[in-house]
């Protein structure tokens, strides 16, 4: 088995054989590790499990002859000094002698080989960077070849370059043409996920026969077509007739290309959508649905619509039918393999819905198949061939709007039916989502470009029911909280926003226990709770603002006070008799205007009148200090926006929907010359300041982001907005310890209940760990990176057997970090670490369920 070699330098090399060379090891039931398949084999698997995902797609027409090859050929670089004894290490087995594993980290492990491997073989444009990636990120191989001796020389080089060839002829391919960056994505993801599948736990055992269980293993992992039923009305899906602009949308959506709905709120965007996203599966033009939200702030209730209209379409026959249902059925209930498991890089919902045929999940997520970013390519293949919905899409944020139009091209060119959503386009960025010239300036509007087109088509809806909206700018907040405890006493419904989680809880506390003792109630909603105390407060207030209030009168049995934060004026439909709004954007302002008088059947109190107070600050002393008239939100948005905002709003009494959103949306956003302090505002907005950055460098960014080649970017470095997003995790636990004599860590959730977590992964079969991982993932809270707790180590972490449910970063890549936090809630609700130290340099933190996540000055 092994033999000596020659070289060049005088000792000679030991080589070992590709046949020889194994590619992954296992744990049995005792925890020991075992060698596992070996280099070949698995390589064949997952060249045969690419083969099987391609004929079960509905784009297979974009695979070129020989991806399946690509695939297979992903871990050639496994045949390799180093990887072989890194394995053998693990195993406690003979070691080849003078060879340093660490040395891996330089090149990025055994990706980094398979690259220069193939660039040696003079693989096809694209296909070594594709195999150099599969682990995500781009591996530091400038400079390096083939045959370096720390890749074994030419010896071990010799072996890589039969472990192909026999790659070749197993699969019956050879490496693949591939003539577009958008197709060498679609490829870098199809190795990726068939990496993950075959390496699940039906091809772990080397001495099983793995080849009947390829089919088995894609059902396991919900790649299973879906049925549906066929020629379904819209009536027949939603319960009602659809209106002419719903009718409108889904007769211009024939095919592939970028469709664009301006409508106001509560016109039904979202069901024209959805059924022109049905017609597109029933006539096989598409393989899913993915619904993009503009953030992680959205309502979860968009998910019980959602699951409503798959109910509809789905056929009674449609195997994994509970799978496709549910999102969160697909993340606990399907076999992913290695990264898609509990605790790999790919088990977060909001990644892997991107694979699963229908879901919801955020417009950062989509934004990411575009980028230069941590497995953005397997977004990529996730996203293709299915019908795209851009929901609230809005005029504001060139850094967003950079990203976004570099990926609704990207779509195109994958064959993705892109349906924009929006109440608040101005003409120059419908034309540059568009890509296209655009000149209508109607509104209500539908543009259609079908990728058959060269040109756009502009189709004007007529306007319905347009209706009067008395505006009141107040700048005395106290006059706005006894108003709205007024209204609330009345029996009124009432919705106060916020523009800042912080700025919410204040108001809550205020408002909360005057509401009660005049017999309202009042509820806040916010991004920051955990994900079960969230959602019971989504249960309840939204049920009770929408349309199931109505029943048995709940909505009129007694006043309520619902404040929120953005998640309050976006997907939702929620009906409130009054509205009182921190100042924000026009766009902004507008989508918060379509929760209030929503419907015109929702039963109102006698003394309600359509009405929304604004709390603004003077005209001229924000147009002279923006950041001291406008407070906390001059730093969620821009300063200047703010201002043109208040230029146009100012001098308002009363406004028409929709009639006015057209050019109160021009009004604010068209470009024109300006002097005085709006001209510094402006020339901040475009090249920054010290404390901000500017659009220019924004542009800049997102175009780094999208680059091509170079550094990929982790994930929590890869902004995908204007403004901070939350982005870390925290969980949160009443306390958290090693047990000895159970080798295991024992936490303490915040309700009293234990979880254990084996440090021996294999003690606990896959079903046992994704249950765990659920219970854990109810107990998570997103949190603003400066808000976040301080980095735990993730040595520390592994001590509590935390890498077998959460995600803790990848050795081999310095720049992966853990989004993971941890902090103990006491009795008193306050936040502390794991050793009881205090969590943060600038705030102490605490947990309450009606407050949520609250950061407070020391």
Known sequence: MIKKTKRNSPEGHIKISFANCPAKTFQ??????????????????????????????????????????????????????????????ACDLPLLPGINTDLEKGWGGHAGVSQVTAKALNAPEFVPEILGQHHGFAPAVTG??????????????????????????????????????????????????????????????????????I???????????????????????????????????????????????????????????????????????????????????????????????????????????????????????????????????????????????FAVGTIDQALMAAMNVKHGFVRAFGLAGKVIILDEVHTYDAYTGTLMDALILLLRQLDCTVIILSATLNQERRQELMNCRTESADYPLITALPNASDTAAEIAMPVTG????????????GAAVEEALLRAEQGQQVLWIENTVKEAQERYLQLAERARSLGADCGLLHSRYTFADRQMIEDRWVNLFG??????????????????????????????????????????????????????????????????????????????????????????????????????????????????????????????????????????LKEGSRTRIGQIALKQLARVGLAQAGNTLPESKAQTRYSESDSFEVLLLRSIRYDSEQQAGVLVLLNGDQVVLPLNRASLGRADWRALTKQLMQQVVSVRPGDAPKQVSRERLQKFGLQH??????????????????????????????????????????????????????
């Open 547 to 684: 349309k199931p209030g109505w029943a048995d009168s709940q909505r009129q049995q007694q006043g309520r006070i619902l404040i929120g934060t953005q998640v309050l004026e976006q997907s939702l439909d929620i009906d409130a008799d009054f509205l009182v709004s921190r100042f924000a954007p026009t766009d902004m302002l507008l989508q918060r205007f379509g929760r209030l008088w929503r419907h015109s059947e929702t039963p109102r109190n006698q003394h309600a009148r359509q009405e929304a107070w604004l709390l603004v600050p003077e005209l001229d002393k924000a147009i002279d200090s923006p950041q001291g008239a406008f407070g906390a939100s001059a730093y969620v948005y821009s300063p200047y926006v703010l201002c043109r905002s208040l230029e146009v709003w100012h001098s308002l009494d009363q406004i028409c929907l929709p009639n006015d959103i057209r050019s109160l949306i021009e009004a604010t956003y068209c470009s024109r010359q300006e002097s005085g302090n709006l001209a510094r505002w402006l020339h901040e």
């Open 28 to 89: 049995n039931l005792s925890g020991k590790n075992c060698l596992g398949r070996d280099v070949f084999s698995h390589c064949q698997i997952v060249g045969e499990v690419a083969k099987e995902l391609i004929n079960r797609s509905a784009i297979k027409h974009l695979f070129p002859d020989g991806s399946a090859l690509t695939a297979g050929t992903h871990d050639i670089g496994k045949v390799s000094p180093t990887f072989y004894n890194k394995l053998h290490n």
């Open 215 to 357: 089919r088995q293993a894609l059902d396991e992992a919900g790649f299973v077509q879906p049925v549906y039923r066929k020629n379904l009305s819209f009536s027949r899906i939603f319960g009602f007739e659809p209106r002419h602009a719903q009718q409108l949308l889904f007769e211009q959506v024939i095919g592939p290309g970028v469709y664009v709905l301006e409508a106001p709120m509560g016109v039904g965007k979202t069901e024209a959508a959805l059924y022109a996203a049905y017609q597109m599966l029933a006539k096989g033009q598409a393989s899913g649905i993915y619904f993009a939200l503009p953030t992680q702030l959205t309502s979860n209730k968009i998910y019980e619509r959602f699951n409503q209209f798959l109910e509809q379409i789905l056929d009674s026959s449609c195997q994994h039918r509970s799978l496709l249902l549910h999102t969160n059925a697909w993340l606990f209930e399907t076999e992913m393999g290695e990264e898609g498991r509990p605790g790999g890089a790919w088990f977060n919902q909001t990644k892997r819905g991107l694979l699963a045929p």
């Open 144 to 213: 390096r070849r083939a045959a370096d001796e720390s890749f074994g020389g030419a010896a071990w080089q010799a072996e890589r370059e039969k472990l192909v060839q026999a790659l070749r002829e197993a699969l019956q391919e050879d490496w693949p043409q591939i003539d577009s960056y958008a197709i060498a994505r679609l490829l870098a993801g199809l190795t990726s996920v068939a990496d993950w599948i075959g390496s699940g736990k039906h091809f772990e055992n080397p001495d099983e026969d793995w080849q009947p269980k």
């Open 805 to 858: 449910c959460f995600y803790l970063g990848n050795p081999l890549w310095e720049n992966d970090e853990s989004l993971l936090r941890i902090a103990l809630v006491d009795e008193a609700d306050q936040l502390f670490g794991l050793e009881n130290q205090q969590l943060h340099d600038k705030y102490a933190i605490e947990y309450r369920p009606d407050l949520g996540y609250r950061t407070i000055k020391e």
């Open 466 to 477: 347009p209706q009067s909206l008395a505006i009141k700018l107040q700048q005395d907040d």
